[in-house]
């Protein structure tokens, strides 16, 4: 795609960002083709809404390509949550270790090994919130949905662990409520088997460029699949190990 491509489907989005309102496909002409297409829209994306980001959405895929996107900084919420339905009509949650950076990682010519990355994290428990710019998400496609930002829509924050590498994640239970029935029950159920390997590789990539600095956060995929609450709901995520994280819904 070229800048001009990149710039009108990214406008289109934040339209519908803006408005509250889900949107027809994205015209053929302006539909990503490759990652790269949508990493670049998302990249329009925040250059034109000129919101801070506060964090970063990754997932590895079965042959460990990464793909990313931005968590803006006002969407970023402290445990337990209150959240406007009206401001995220999906209503779609995940539950998820996420991690949030302590020291700075620098641009550098070479990679940063898991080590190192584990010595500058934290790790806690996260509910993600989700949420489209599309009318009808479950239609569009992988690169669509990446182009909106993979439906990132907040995050609610749970207490942080330091010493989180003792842990053993394949072992690590999960427990997902939704207005006190349990939605899911998981055990070691991390796409990936461990949540650091898209932690280091979303490193990598952006420290080739412009590095992490301490306080960003990344969120890694769910354990307990994508969920979805009504308008008055009140979900609570519970990982062996951490204290619950929650978020209650209004009409």
Not at 122 to 134: C, D, G, T, V, W
Not at 145 to 174: H, M, N, Y
Request: proline letters at 7%; hydrophobic letters at 40%; aromatic letters at 6%.
């Amino acid at each position: 795609m070229d800048q001009n491509s990149i710039n009108a489907a990214a406008q289109l989005l934040v339209e519908a960002r803006r408005l509250h309102q889900g949107r027809p496909p994205l015209p053929e002409e302006l539909q990503p083709k490759t990652i790269d297409d949508g990493h670049a829209i998302q990249d329009a994306t925040v250059a034109l809404l000129k919101q801070t980001v506060g964090g970063w959405k990754v997932g590895l895929d079965k042959d460990g390509i990464m793909s990313r996107a931005p968590i803006f900084k006002d969407v970023i919420l402290a445990n337990p949550a209150n959240v406007a339905a009206s401001s995220m009509p999906l209503l779609g949650i995940e539950s998820e270790i996420a991690f949030r950076f302590l020291t700075d990682l620098p641009a550098r010519g070479t990679d940063y090994s898991r080590a190192e990355v584990a010595d500058a994290i934290e790790a806690f428990p996260a509910i993600e919130l989700l949420n489209s710019r599309y009318a009808e998400p479950a239609k569009r496609s992988t690169l669509e949905k990446l182009a909106d930002c993979i439906t990132q829509g907040g995050i609610v924050c749970g207490r942080p662990r330091a010493d989180w590498r003792a842990i053993d994640f394949s072992k690590v239970e999960v427990t997902l409520t939704v207005d006190g029935k349990e939605i899911a029950r998981r055990t070691g159920s991390h796409p990936t088997g461990d949540p650091v390997p898209p932690v280091v590789a979303l490193v990598n990539a952006l420290c080739k460029t412009d590095g992490i600095k301490a306080g960003i956060l990344v969120t890694a995929g769910t354990w307990t699949g994508v969920n979805y609450a009504s308008p008055t709901s009140l979900a609570v995520a519970a990982f062996d190990g951490f204290e619950p994280v929650s978020v209650q819904f209004t009409a």
